[in-house]
């Protein structure tokens, strides 16, 4: 048996995994209902027919560099995406193309990203205990991507890329298409995140992802930025310098383990490993080392059958017993 795959001009991702094994035909935009615009090119969808509500990011393909190392970096990082399997990274269910845009259909967390949770008043900020199982979260799923084969870099670890579960869960979402497109507010909007070894034009590894996480955690206890960005000269001259904005007032435990972090040199910048085991952790999460688990070899992938709709059943697993 075969299912019908939608006509698409300049097809830029691989066959949905769905179609690929004939278990249904290629989605397309029509089966859907807009409930709510999110943010650019995020939506909220319903399927007409199984009412499933899902998280869609909508990429505009006419704004995408078409080149063949592009194309193949993109086909090769969806094919990566389909293989996660982990309770602390945001599922994607699927993917459909039509002529201008890629669909892609990733799993609803109600109570939003980070970065719409923290309080408008900067003087208000998260409880130390959330914060602290946030970023036990995070590096549970950063250790992950990096023990894959090959590593899996993250590179956008930020406030708007966790995701809140609930208040003893979150999730980290990976889907970096945005360094595929051409706009220059991206570089903006990434430029408070970029490691030293970036800002100055060198090359990086899983290390970057360690300075993005001692980014996020002093965003999310301090509620402000943790280096003065007015401009691009000042913010890498504060870099530089680890000229950290410091607020009056902070948990020990958390500026111990930013400090330990932020160093301008990689190597230097504490492990995944010893982050879980720091004070900041294990007060509030005394079995937080259980959580580092690496990807399980030969581990079968399942298709997410969209006509199904089974959302409902457990789609992310913890590769541990």
């Known amino acids: 048996m075969s299912y019908a795959l939608n006509r698409v001009r300049n097809r830029l991702f691989p066959i949905p995994p769905s179609s690929q094994k ?6 397309k935009p029509t089966d859907f209902t807009i409930i709510k615009y999110i943010s650019s090119n995020i939506y909220l969808f319903q399927h007409n027919g199984t009412k499933g509500l899902y998280i869609v990011k909508a990429l505009d393909k006419r704004k995408i560099e078409f080149n063949q190392e592009n194309e193949h970096l993109l086909k090769q990082e969806i094919e990566n995406i389909y293989k996660l399997y982990h309770k602390n990274i945001v599922k994607i269910y699927g993917h459909f193309e039509d002529n201008y845009y890629c669909y892609i259909l990733i799993e609803r967390l109600p109570k939003g990203n980070i970065r719409e949770l923290l309080p408008i008043d900067n003087k208000k900020r998260f409880k130390t205990k959330l914060c602290s199982i946030i970023i036990r979260d995070v590096i549970s799923a950063v250790y992950y991507l990096h023990n894959m084969n090959p590593p899996i870099i993250h590179k956008s670890i930020n406030l708007e890329n966790v995701r809140l579960l609930n208040v003893n869960e979150a999730k980290l979402t990976y889907y970096s ?13 990434k430029m408070k995140h970029l490691p030293p070894e970036i800002m100055n034009g060198k090359s990086y590894d899983e290390a970057a992802d360690l300075w993005n996480i001692g980014i996020l955690l002093f965003q999310m206890v301090a509620n402000k930025d943790s280096f003065d960005i007015s401009d691009y000269n000042t913010y890498k001259e504060n870099i530089m310098k680890l ?8 948990n020990n435990d958390a500026k111990d383990l930013i400090e330990k972090i932020l160093k301008i040199e990689p190597k230097e910048r504490l492990s995944l490993e010893k982050m879980m085991v720091h004070p900041f952790i294990i007060k509030y999460n005394p079995d937080a080392e259980k959580y580092l688990i690496k990807p399980v070899e030969g581990l079968k992938f399942e298709p997410f059958v969209i006509l199904k709709d089974d959302t409902d059943r457990k789609s992310t697993r913890l590769n541990s017993s």
């Open 177 to 189: 298409w945005k360094k595929y497109i051409k706009d220059n507010k991206i570089i903006r909007v």
């Open 243 to 250: 000229k950290i904005n410091w607020p009056k007032a902070i």
């Open 22 to 27: 004939c278990l249904e035909r290629e989605a």
